[in-house]
């Protein structure tokens, strides 16, 4: 249920727009691409990116015959004039409407909106369930402003109304012009942006007012169960400054939105599905990408988990964050 897509041909935004770093695509060799980030470069990706058969395939090796697919997060361009990261953003979705059409048996599709602009997001998102997509994707943050801001919450409301889960996703990691090596954006930067986002959605009341949205958090919710104890007691000992606009516990929320199962780390995995619950562990990949559960799920056939709970992982819980029904 976390697996990223782009279109194989990509127009360049840039000089379409007259301005900004939007990303575009250099095809300098058969199966592989330069992701451009403006006139950097930002990551070579190969075929399986863009090639809905190619990935088919790559995916039957183990098993799995079904994707939820999704831009990749570079993609969001929320720093973006509204209007245009708007039309990136139909651009984006109709690519994945039609490779839903074409492969039916074989992808689902979550939308990406210009969040940063609540009634273009509400527009797209009503298009989006005309068009029948079950979810979005949304950033950990909107240019650095967190999701329990008040612009956002007509957005997830519609959402709820809609029935449309919601995917979050790290990026514009905080902190990450600080640390530039050793990649510690990807490595620490994203769990902790994770963390921000589940921390500022169930402190800012939007998890309490609007209990029937179905949130999934990447990274099996990043930092933010390794680390509840300490959340926890920080709105024990510090509720002047954490409970002050929602006065339930962090506690209570457990067990309350997904989170999917990349850990790469049996023992997290057991802790993730002893915290979160069994019932809210999804089997994501972040495929195609280096940091993904590129053996798609093959470290946790090796648990020696019971059946059932094995069919909630790879399949159950997905249908229920997506659909509300099992």
Request: aromatic share 12%; glycine share 8%; proline share 7%.
């Amino acid at each position: 249920m976390h697996t990223h897509l782009l279109p194989e041909r990509l127009p360049n935004f840039a000089n379409k727009f007259g301005y900004g770093d939007f990303i575009h695509l250099e095809h300098h060799r058969q199966g592989f691409a330069r992701m451009m980030k403006g006139n950097a470069f930002f990551r070579e990706i190969g075929n399986n990116c863009w090639d809905p058969q190619v990935r088919i395939d790559e995916y039957m090796a183990y098993k799995t015959p079904v994707q939820v697919v999704c831009t990749i997060p570079v993609m969001f361009s929320y720093w973006a004039k509204p209007a245009d990261c708007l039309s990136l953003s139909q651009f984006l979705n109709d690519h994945l409407a039609g490779v839903v059409d074409d492969y039916p048996e074989h992808y689902i599709a979550l939308g990406t909106l210009p969040m940063q602009d609540t009634e273009l997001a509400l527009q797209e998102l009503q298009r989006l369930k005309e068009m029948g997509f079950p979810g979005v994707q949304i950033g950990s943050n909107v240019n650095q402003i967190n999701l329990s801001e008040a612009q956002f919450f007509p957005i997830f409301e519609a959402c709820q109304e809609l029935n449309i889960a919601v995917f979050i996703h790290p990026w514009e990691m905080m902190g990450q012009e600080y640390m530039p090596k050793y990649w510690l954006p990807w490595l620490v930067g994203m769990p902790a942006e994770t963390s921000r986002a589940v921390c500022s959605l169930i402190f800012g009341g939007i998890l309490e007012r609007l209990p029937k949205l179905r949130f999934c958090f990447a990274h099996a919710g990043g930092s933010f169960l390794p680390t509840i104890g300490r959340i926890q007691h920080g709105y024990e000992c510090r509720p002047d400054l954490v409970a002050i606009d929602n006065k339930q516990s962090p506690r209570h929320y457990l067990g309350k939105f997904w989170v999917d199962s990349a850990t790469h780390d049996p023992q997290l995995l057991r802790f993730i599905l002893d915290v979160a619950g069994e019932d809210r562990v999804c089997l994501g990949t972040d495929y195609p990408f280096p940091l993904g559960d590129l053996e798609i799920g093959t470290f946790i056939e090796k648990m020696n988990l019971p059946e059932s709970i094995l069919e909630k992982i790879f399949y159950k819980n997905t249908l229920e964050w997506l659909y509300g029904t099992m």
